[in-house]
């Protein structure tokens, strides 16, 4: 008499080689990429700088954003006191990994909103910005630009 092995079919392996590959499929098509990090990140961008224009408009005071390579923060018109973001309690937003911001248009790598929403780019208020100012965020797969409009500070996206 035969002993019987145990093995599987060869429809087994099969099945779930195809169950693998769909599952990888999925996962692959969900994976966020670079770009549309880029994208969302601009958009946060764009979001937070009209916030921030908002917010000094309703609190009748100045507040300031302040741009580095790789995050931005919001702050009082002094660039110390912090002024905490209403999702991230937190003043500092930080971009993902290998997102560098630049800016042109804005001297100092800061921008001021006066009571108005008028943008300034000096800590004293006293220099209004005089033509667009732009911040480019970089990614491996491409930018987009955000810029600041002189006297409305009209925030747009491209």
Not at 99 to 105: F, T
């Amino acid at each position: 008499m035969r002993d019987k092995m145990s093995a599987f079919t060869i429809i087994e392996l099969v099945i779930v080689i195809v169950i693998l590959g769909i599952i990888g499929g999925v996962v692959f098509m969900r994976w966020p990429s670079d770009a549309v990090t880029v994208e969302a990140q601009a958009q946060q961008l764009v979001n937070d700088v009209r916030y921030i224009q908002f917010l000094a408009h309703t609190r009748n005071t100045s507040y300031r954003i302040n741009f580095s390579t790789n995050q931005y923060s919001f702050t009082e018109t002094d660039g110390v006191t912090a002024v905490n973001h209403p999702a991230t309690e937190n003043n500092v937003i930080s971009l993902d990994t290998g997102i560098m911001i630049s800016d042109s248009g804005l001297p100092k790598h800061f921008i001021v909103f006066n009571r108005k929403g008028v943008p300034y780019t000096d800590a004293g208020v006293t220099t209004v910005l005089s033509s667009n100012a732009t911040i480019k965020l970089t990614g491996s797969s491409g930018s987009k630009v955000v810029t600041i409009s002189p006297e409305t500070g009209k925030v747009s996206l491209s």
